[in-house]
């Protein structure tokens, strides 16, 4: 068995313990955040309902920044303020709302765990983390850890990416954060820091310092109401610990949570030297050929044709315009010839390859893929027989296309195409894209 971490990695005193948590919880109570699942944390009466408020919320806001989810949350808890009404929804419905926000598979596996507690457990929320992690798909250590301590005061600890953040500043931890050895150790700390009272608010308290005070870069440790406990700030102000450590104290040996001897202490850093992890590997690069098909509906506005993806993998279920992935370094000829003939299948006709007019080219960055959209257009004169043996399609208007189920890659290309048509019409000369033009810029999701 690996050996125990020294002392000054631990929360090993009792009355400091108390200090700290008397600490952020005044902090907390002064200036947390007024935000929408709090409020219905503390006043919706029904267990369910407060349980599953909460769970909406935690599972918009991983990988997404509370100023984006908050008005997402708002319409999804308007449109199915109960777990009843989520599982009657369709997963359509779920995608349309849940357009732009990214990582569309969490409102996917919401919905099946809603339609689970209503149809297996006769929608009653399970009460604890254990029984939420068991119990529900989709629901992790964190969500469960959340849920049931803010919604049901089990005292029990959190660790996400702004927890990790605090806790390894507040004890000097510079092992690779991401490690599950180095993730366990926080899991213990975060259980025995939390406030047996209170751990629903110390829970809220610790990642609102995390997202407001202690941020990855500048943190703003004057005003850390708990600074006085962090060893990393102490470190900043009295410099480096002297070359010969005591017994308890810890940088040499091998000691599981300290930096590698290969990266010590930069003074320059500050308390940023924590947390550390290891180097990302870079997203993979992907090429997809996408044609905005374009035909006159009957009362003269563009209609464009937009396809569903499969029900599994990258974007599950959300609608796109016709694509096909592409070999990186393909000749721009060859390029087309492909994208004519995954056209014609759609279509039933034969599409000739010269026939696509070029765009240009959208990037858009997903968390682990740059993806770039080869995006042409192709008008239509007529009506188009589409097989029903194929993937759903429909024709949809501007406005349609909007307030569909389609990711923000999608409304890039389609704004790609407008801007490219509004220069056609132009009477500026020189408008015509040349081949290798990005046409809107990158974004994430």
Not at 297 to 316: D, F, T
Not at 349 to 369: D, N, W
Request: a positive charge; aromatic letters at 6%; charged letters at 25%.
């Amino acid at each position: 068995a690996p050996a125990p971490p020294p002392a000054r990695h631990l929360f090993s005193d009792p009355a400091e313990v108390e200090a700290l948590r008397g600490n952020l919880l005044a902090w907390y109570d002064r200036c947390k955040r007024d935000l929408p699942w709090r409020t219905l944390a503390v006043t919706e009466p029904d267990a369910d309902r407060r349980g599953y408020a909460v769970w909406v919320s935690e599972i918009m806001l991983q990988q997404t920044q509370v100023a984006t989810v908050i008005d997402y949350y708002n319409r999804w808890m308007q449109k199915w303020p109960t777990l009843q009404a989520l599982a009657q929804a369709s997963l359509e419905e779920v995608n349309e709302l849940w357009a732009g926000l990214g990582y569309y598979s969490r409102g996917k596996r919401l919905q099946e765990a809603a339609r689970k507690v209503v149809s297996e457990l006769a929608g009653r929320m399970p009460r604890t983390a254990e029984d939420l992690q068991k119990l529900l798909p989709g629901v992790g250590r964190y969500t469960a850890g959340a849920i049931a301590s803010i919604s049901y005061g089990q005292a029990t600890g959190v660790v996400d990416g702004n927890v990790i953040r605090v806790l390894c500043r507040l004890r000097c931890i510079g092992a690779d954060s991401s490690s599950p050895a180095v993730i366990d150790r926080l899991w213990d700390m975060a259980n025995v820091l939390v406030d047996r009272s209170r751990p629903g608010d110390f829970n809220q308290a610790l990642m609102e310092l995390g997202a407001t005070v202690c941020v990855p870069k500048a943190p703003l440790c004057g005003e850390c109401p708990v600074k006085q406990h962090c060893q990393a700030w102490r470190r900043k102000l009295f410099g480096n610990p002297p070359k010969v450590p005591d017994i308890e104290d810890c940088g040499v040996g091998d000691c599981p949570l300290c930096p590698p001897a290969t990266e010590p202490w930069d003074s320059s850093l500050g308390v940023t030297n924590f947390p550390r992890k290891a180097a990302k590997k870079p997203p993979r690069a992907m090429r997809t050929a996408t044609c905005v098909l374009e035909r006159r509906g009957c009362h003269g506005a563009p209609e464009y044709l937009i396809v569903q993806r499969p029900s599994s993998g990258l974007l599950a279920g959300l609608w796109e315009f016709p694509s096909l992935p592409l070999a990186q370094d393909l000749q721009e000829e060859r390029e087309r010839e492909e994208l004519a003939d995954h056209l014609q299948v759609w279509m039933g006709q034969p599409v000739a390859a010269k026939g696509l007019q070029f765009i240009g080219e959208v990037i858009h960055i997903f968390s682990h893929i740059h993806q770039t959209y080869v995006v042409y257009s192709l008008p239509l004169d007529g009506d188009v027989t589409l097989d029903p043996a194929l993937s759903p399609s429909r024709w949809v208007t501007e406005d349609e296309f909007h307030a569909s189920a389609v990711s923000t890659a999608m409304k890039k290309v389609l704004k790609a195409h407008e801007k490219q048509r509004r220069q056609e019409s132009s009477p500026v000369k020189g408008s015509k894209r040349k081949r290798g033009a990005k046409a809107g810029g990158a974004g994430s999701t």
